[in-house]
């Protein structure tokens, strides 16, 4: 129990894992085609093993020490030291700028989880919604 009140809050963003679903409805709709009279077709089943390893891996989590960032074929840590700030796109995707200016994709995270990045970053990323701005003053008076 003291591990989890050093480590603070932690958030994680990710694909729904409902959406293996739909992978295995491919995968079994593919049958007739991937086991016809036709050699090589069973190559197929590329598509949905790659998705299924898409859901299941690509990540991201934040937490007090930082953001960690999971692709299908990478991981990168990065410290809210090493970062900027954070930008958004018009498809509201959001991306860790860091400080020598270069930018992280962020996976399934979006602008409606800002606020939940600022509470668990802990203030060290604003909220541009204002929504945690009655919390921080809360915590304010509390610690005083």
């Known amino acids: 129990m003291a591990e989890t009140e050093q480590q603070g809050r932690k958030a994680i963003f990710r694909v729904p894992l409902i959406s293996l679903l739909a992978v295995v409805f491919l995968a079994v709709c593919m049958i007739p085609a991937a086991f016809a009279d ?62 020598d200016g270069s930018e992280v994709p962020l996976p399934s995270v979006r602008t409606r989880h800002l606020p939940v990045i600022s509470l668990v970053s802990e203030g060290r990323m604003k909220d541009p919604s204002g929504l945690t701005d009655d919390l921080d003053e809360t915590t304010d008076e509390a610690s005083d």
């Open 38 to 99: 036709v050699p090589g077709l069973w190559l197929m089943y590329v598509v949905p093993i790659g998705l299924f390893v898409f859901v299941v891996r690509t990540r991201t989590v934040a937490s007090v020490r930082g953001l960690d960032v999971r692709t299908v074929f990478g991981h990168r840590e990065m410290p809210w030291s090493s970062l900027k700030g954070l930008a958004i796109n018009d498809k509201a995707k959001v991306r860790a700028v860091l400080t």
